[in-house]
């Protein structure tokens, strides 16, 4: 057990549960967030009714995801969320606002305070800016931010520095990826015409996600330095990832495109979190060991190996093991609640909210 | 042009936590209620109590659900905002944040769901467990939360590494279990149920004096007035014992709240008075000797540190006046809602409330003095810690506010943040003040008949 001892095999494995924890939030929430898109273009009340019962009951335990992954990185990384949210700081004043509105709109909605097709705007516009944001925090990550040696944002202008072509486009990805992923739920959830809505939605927003996910390898090849994790040999474990991601990635592309149009519907969700699961396993390849690479010159990348980077080891024990029992615990319950409300719903599931 | 963005950073801090503050205590004070007849029901089986727990429910989502919202930028805020503070302490407090989020938070966001759509879709054991679950994830939350603010008051377990001036945990268990956690954390949590039982009793109030719902408003009094009664009893006592700590080991924060300059033997204690700060006195309506009292009950003459000595030895002396004052309205209107409740239960008991309808009126508007006591008390609290972020303990230096701000934030970025969030706040207070009354006035029953609310 001595590897309990390495302060490396800590940072490595944090690494990789922050990714998780990223990866259940848009698995998770991208299918609410995906639905809150679509809720404006939607005709009738019992509709938009009906879209909100499939995600009603279990929205808030998916955000939730968001701030797990938040506070696994202040709590192992804490440079990196120190830097990375007090640079970005009015992008994510953006995301927390519309985070912060989208249950007190629901609210309003339900409760029919004054007009109805605001809050469903509003609804779709913060579905919309969240995982648009989120992709491009994520693409700063990957394209380089202004980071000094001394570890610290190195510019006054956190609100343009974030944002590239690169960055855009994979913002843009996530978004489609997050439309894909609720509309397959949608198919999952629902019966009639709000299922075949979606369904017939499903064409454009598969290629519209699979030409933007092209057009984010295209960029990431293209950026400075990003091949030489894997041309330098040194990283068996990033082609091994990089091939488990284009078979993750085709395969739930794939996998989507084969079977929406089935009855057997729980295959093309299945689809779409293959897709999701791909593109982090892509981005995780392209990464590693850098939490954020520095656009002011390789040798200021923030890498979890990196004296000062991390907390010390006991901090990284102390929250490993806390953190692996207690989520192992959640996933279980969160399965069995999953269960408790698993099948097709319509508007009058939920008649008492 | 630093000081103006320390300024905002803390003006929008207090804003974030003061607006939050109000949504998880009486989150806290539901969930206890809901467990109590919860398992009435589970164990009698009287439609009553599952009324009353649908009812209480229906509070709790709407709620937690705002609480939710408004607690958002707060983790954040300490990488937005207090980015050094981050760092330095990241060892520990990033850890108790994660910890926080992971063990205590899911298992509460989870089991509300439950609580709220799944009461036909279960068994009944397990719906009870349920109820069970959201108990537990939300006080298991408070006490994380409260030990990590304690631990800012007393910061136990910790010291500097000499070589990169970071901070090492050496003992978790000393950290958490710091000497003001297991005071503060009763204190708290009584003084969260107590808002919550106020709250449900101003609902029976309501439904008393407009007739409505009227064998089980009785029933929500008897509970709902029991909870009231005991917890507005007790919290003196815990804020007494808190008061001992806070004595103890913030002297400066103690004198400042009493009001105490010189060093004394026999303090005077002030019911009321004015803090003149350029003259160092207080004027007011005082009993002499009685604050020495009152820390040991005359048992042997009890020194009070008054703020020149301590001044003169080197400690700071936090903002006087303003947390002299917040002091006294929390005792105030602590003391005031006892009253209340004391008078209205009386009344309740000999069966002559439902009469008098001024006396309902009262005990409606009286559900808002808790608020305002658990406010003032956190406002004393932590403006009596300045100018310290994390106060100094044994051999820990602290870190004072000023050191924990981020460096280089630009203004403009602050006067974004600041209307962005205070914008959705209004939003998020528009709906809670139209929304709770709304839901009460529909009724006990109507959030089981399946209607709209």
Not at chain 2, 115 to 124: A, E, W, Y
Not at chain 2, 159 to 164: E, G, I, Q, T, V
Not at chain 2, 383 to 388: A, L, N, T
Request: include cysteine; hydrophobic fraction near 55%.
């Amino acid at each position: 057990m001595d590897f309990l001892n390495n302060l490396a095999f800590w940072q490595a494995l944090w690494f990789l549960l922050i990714g998780a924890a990223l990866f259940l939030f848009i698995w998770l929430d991208g299918f609410d967030l995906g639905i809150g898109m679509n809720l404006p273009f939607l005709k009738q009340e019992n509709q938009k009714r009906a879209i909100l019962n499939t995600m009603w009951p279990v929205w808030d335990g998916n955000e939730l995801y968001g701030l797990i992954a938040g506070g696994a990185i202040f709590a192992t990384f804490p440079v990196v969320f120190a830097g990375l949210l007090s640079g970005l700081y009015p992008w994510l004043v953006l995301v927390l606002v519309f985070i912060m509105l989208r249950p007190v709109v629901l609210e309003a909605w339900n409760n029919e305070m004054g007009s109805k097709a605001l809050w469903e705007w509003l609804f779709a516009g913060a579905s919309f800016t969240i995982p648009f944001v989120a992709g491009v925090a994520l693409g700063g990550t990957i394209a380089g931010l202004p980071y000094n040696g001394k570890m610290e944002w190195d510019s006054a202008n956190g609100f343009w520095e974030v944002l590239s072509p690169f960055s855009v486009t994979l913002g843009l990805a996530v978004v489609s990826v997050c439309w894909v992923h609720g509309s397959t739920y949608v198919v999952k959830k629902t019966t009639g015409t709000l299922a075949d809505n979606a369904r017939a939605n499903l064409p454009l927003q598969l290629g519209a996600a699979a030409v933007l996910l092209v057009l984010v390898v295209v960029q990431a090849v293209l950026l400075p330095g990003a091949l030489t994790s894997f041309t330098d040999g040194t990283h068996p474990l990033a082609i091994l990832g990089l091939v488990l991601a284009l078979i993750l990635v085709l395969g739930g592309l794939a996998t989507v495109f084969l079977n929406y149009k089935k009855q057997s519907e729980t295959l093309a969700f299945v689809g779409s979190s293959s897709l999701i699961a791909g593109a982090f396993v892509l981005i995780g390849a392209i990464q590693f060991p850098t939490m954020v690479h520095s656009s002011l010159g390789n040798q200021f990348d923030l890498t979890i190996f990196k004296e000062g980077v991390s907390n010390p080891l006991g901090s990284l024990q102390f929250i490993g093991i806390v953190a692996v029992i207690a989520l192992s615990i959640t996933a279980v319950y969160s399965i069995l609640v999953f269960r408790i409300f698993k099948g097709k719903v319509d508007h009058k599931t939920n008649p008492h909210y | 042009m630093d000081s103006f963005v320390l300024l905002l950073s803390r003006i929008q801090f207090g804003l974030e936590a003061g607006l939050h503050f109000i949504f998880p205590p009486t989150t806290l004070g539901l969930a206890f209620f809901i467990l109590l007849v919860e398992s009435a029901y589970f164990f009698t089986k009287k439609e009553d109590y599952k009324k009353l727990s649908n009812f209480a429910i229906r509070l709790l989502t709407l709620v937690f659900a705002l609480g939710v919202a408004t607690g958002l930028p707060l983790p954040f805020a300490f990488g937005m905002n207090w980015a050094e503070f981050s760092k330095h302490a990241g060892a520990y407090f990033g850890v108790q944040l994660a910890v926080e989020a992971t063990v205590a938070f899911t298992l509460e966001s989870v089991f509300i769901g439950v609580l709220f759509f799944g009461r036909d879709k279960m068994k009944p054991l397990w719906y009870w467990l349920s109820a069970v679950f959201v108990f537990l994830g939300s006080h298991v939350s408070a006490l994380i939360i409260i030990m990590a603010n304690s631990w800012m008051q007393t910061p136990a377990g910790v010291h500097l590494d000499a070589a990169s001036g970071k901070l090492i945990v050496d003992s978790f268990w000393a950290v958490n279990f710091n000497p003001s956690t297991g005071i503060r954390f009763l204190h708290t949590i009584t003084g969260a149920w107590m808002i919550a039982s106020f709250l449900l009793v101003a609902s029976a109030a309501w439904y008393f004096k407009h007739e409505k719902e009227l064998p089980l408003a009785k029933r929500l009094m008897t509970w709902a007035g029991t909870i009231a009664l005991i917890t507005a009893i007790a919290m003196p006592i815990l804020g007494h014992e808190s008061a001992l700590f806070v004595e103890q080991y913030q002297p400066a924060k103690s004198a400042a709240m009493e009001g105490i300059y010189q060093s004394s033997e026999s303090a005077p204690l002030y019911f009321f008075g004015w803090v003149d700060e350029q003259k160092k006195k207080v004027d007011g309506f005082a009993v002499p000797g009685l604050l020495s009292w009152f820390y040991n009950y005359g048992a042997k003459p009890f020194k009070v540190a008054g703020m020149d000595e301590l001044a003169a030895g080197g400690t700071p002396i936090p903002p006087i006046n303003a947390i002299f004052q917040s002091f006294r309205l929390m005792v105030l209107t602590g003391t005031t809602a006892l009253g209340v409740i004391l008078l209205g239960m009386i009344f309740f008991w000999r069966d002559t409330l439902i009469r008098k309808k001024k006396s309902l009126t009262v005990m409606i508007w009286t559900a808002v003095l808790p608020y305002v006591a658990i406010l003032s008390g956190w406002f004393t609290a932590e403006v009596g810690r300045q100018p310290f972020l994390i106060y100094p303990f044994d051999n820990y230096p602290g870190m004072t506010v000023q050191q924990a701000l981020t460096q280089n934030q630009p203004e403009a970025n602050l006067w974004f943040s600041l209307i962005c969030f205070n914008l959705v706040y209004v939003i998020i207070y528009i709906v809670f003040f139209r929304f709770l009354p709304k839901l009460i006035r529909a009724g006990i029953t109507s959030h089981s008949e399946g209607g709209l609310a």
